[in-house]
């Protein structure tokens, strides 16, 4: 049957913050999909433009303009195009929004399409969509990531400034995904016990990703608590540790502040190289502002050998800038965000150019999530060997986890996992 694009219609929904978001419903002869597009709160200057209305309306958060648009110009240009020519389709958005940062359109808008057409493009080639992403990515196998679980949030996701944002637990030691999730899982509810005995319920509030938000300001007490939910757990060396520091929101005029105390770029390298040597710390993830090039050249150069140091707000999912990364050592693995970048195609071209350099990539969420589980299959059809969709909890995140579980059953004995 022809997987001719019939219509395209937009609309206006929430997110799991309860701001507005973009939702695509797309027809064929054959089926009737959807997708919606995500939004991040500490978002990097670098990407792609999320179209707001402004004005009073949800805030100014109204995201009446980018469904306008893609219900008007992108709709005309899309209809008809055959949904299985993923690329051709996000190359006719990308020529018609003609910026850098899709700022005539809206990366918001233009995503909602992209992501559908994908999952209709599955439909029409009688697969699943990790498969059908695995065919036009060219990934080499499907793999199960090992899941980053943000189980202590603090920063910008817990109203909080100038503080190191996620705390991550990485299930490594294990043969499986499922396994995997199961050991997370005990070791979320194990840290929730263990900070209801130690500040009261108040410290087991959840942050916007699914976490922990307690009234603690050090760091090392934090991971000092995930460390003993670990071992409680019954997991020890089993579970390391990550983190996602955010230092942008915390970086200015060429200073890093981190509470009261102010850092240059070498010093607060010397803060994360004692974390590392205090707990079994094995991820980084923007450990230097956004801008902050020679920052993180030195990051790597000091820390890279043992550690995996992940660009997000430095990369914004973006092939010239990690072009640039790879030029200048700037760090080893690629966080991957599809709206902040806007399609689909060139989503897979970022994580592509990174694969051939051998850094890792890391499928991640946004901390304004949806239902949308389209992440879960993308992670897994690229092959990717980690994934960060949040905590244990709240529908938004768990939605992608149960989906891997679903992949994996799916792909029975033939399951890869992890690296």
Not at 138 to 157: A, D, Y
Not at 233 to 257: H, M, P, Q, R, V
Not at 377 to 398: E, I, N, T
């Amino acid at each position: 049957m022809s997987g001719k694009i019939l219509s395209i219609r937009a609309l206006e929904v929430l997110d799991s913050r309860g701001n507005p978001t973009v939702k695509c419903v797309l027809k064929t002869p054959k089926c009737t999909v959807s997708a919606i597009v995500p939004s991040g709160a500490s978002t990097g200057k670098h990407e792609a433009l999320e179209l707001r209305d402004g004005g009073r309306r949800y805030g100014g958060k109204g995201v009446r303009k980018a469904v306008a648009n893609a219900n008007t110009a992108l709709s005309k240009a899309i209809t008809g195009m055959d949904c299985t020519d993923q690329e051709a389709i996000d190359l006719v958005m990308l020529e018609l929004d003609g910026t850098t940062h899709k700022s005539k359109l809206g990366a918001n808008a233009m995503l909602a399409v992209s992501l559908a057409a994908c999952r209709a493009g599955a439909v029409h080639k009688g697969v699943p969509l990790y498969e059908y992403i695995r065919s036009i990515s060219e990934s080499e196998t499907i793999r199960l990531p090992i899941p980053q679980l943000n189980i202590i949030n603090s920063g910008k996701h817990a109203g909080l400034e100038n503080d190191i944002q996620e705390h991550m637990i990485f299930p490594m030691g294990f043969k499986s995904f499922s396994e995997a999730m199961r050991a997370g899982v005990e070791t979320y509810h194990q840290l929730k016990a263990i900070l209801r005995k130690k500040y009261g319920a108040q410290a087991t509030l959840l942050g916007d990703e699914g976490g922990f938000a307690p009234p603690i300001a050090d760091v090392n007490e934090r991971l000092t608590l995930i460390m003993d939910a670990i071992s409680q757990a019954g997991y020890g060396k089993k579970i390391k540790l990550g983190l996602d520091c955010a230092s942008s929101e915390f970086f200015k005029n060429g200073t890093y502040t981190l509470g009261k105390k102010s850092y240059a770029s070498a010093e607060l390298i010397d803060v994360y190289r004692q974390l590392s040597k205090a707990y079994p710390l094995v991820s980084i993830e923007d450990g230097m502002a956004e801008d902050d090039w020679e920052g993180w050249a030195f990051l790597t150069k000091q820390l890279g050998n043992r550690l995996q140091l992940v660009g997000d707000d430095l990369l914004v999912t973006n092939e010239a800038r990690i072009k640039r990364a790879i030029q200048e050592k700037s760090c080893n693995a690629l966080l991957l965000k599809v709206n902040q970048i806007g399609t689909v195609t060139e989503s897979i071209e970022a994580a592509n150019l990174c694969v051939a350099e051998k850094w890792n990539v890391v499928v991640s969420h946004r901390s304004g999530e949806t239902e949308d589980d389209f992440i879960a299959d993308l992670v897994a059809g690229l092959g990717a060997s980690q994934s960060k969709f949040g905590a244990p909890a709240r529908s938004d995140r768990v939605a992608k986890y149960n989906r891997l579980l679903e992949i994996e059953q799916e792909l029975g004995r033939k399951a890869k996992f992890g690296n």
